[in-house]
């Protein structure tokens, strides 16, 4: 009788120890789940200072310039959202996110990369 326990057990034992080869790796996934996270924080900090950046060389210039020369003013912004514009298009970045990013159109970001192109 005993020796019919000690023989399940061992089989049992050996049972167990092939599942557990077989069972799916959790921290493996937490990692990588951590990994895809800590990408995105970077990301995503990374497009917040860009943008932080951007606003404050608009507020430098802002003061900087005196308000009776406003064309001036307008070309400078122009030529800086020029800038931008072609930036985030050597980053990879769709027509559609940079004009998410520049708070323009569409259109117009197509229009200003053709102006660029030429």
């Given at each position: 009788m005993m020796e019919y326990i000690m023989i399940g057990l061992i089989v049992f034992s050996i049972?167990?120890?092939?599942?557990?080869?077989?069972a799916k790796d959790n921290i493996k996934q937490m990692e990588e789940q951590l990994d895809h996270l800590t990408l995105s924080f970077a990301q995503e900090s990374y497009q917040l200072k860009k943008r932080l950046q951007v606003l404050e060389?608009?507020?430098?210039?802002?003061?900087?310039?005196?308000?009776?020369i406003a064309s001036a003013?307008?070309?400078d912004?122009?030529?800086?959202?020029?800038?931008r514009v072609f930036t985030l298009y050597k980053q990879g970045l769709s027509y559609e996110q940079i004009a998410r990013e520049t708070a323009l159109t569409t259109e117009e970001v197509?229009?200003?990369?053709?102006g660029l192109a030429r």
């Open positions: 049972f167990l120890f092939f599942i557990s080869f077989l060389e608009e507020l430098l210039i802002h003061h900087e310039n005196p308000t009776h003013h307008d070309s912004r122009s030529t800086l959202t020029k800038n197509r229009m200003i990369l053709r």
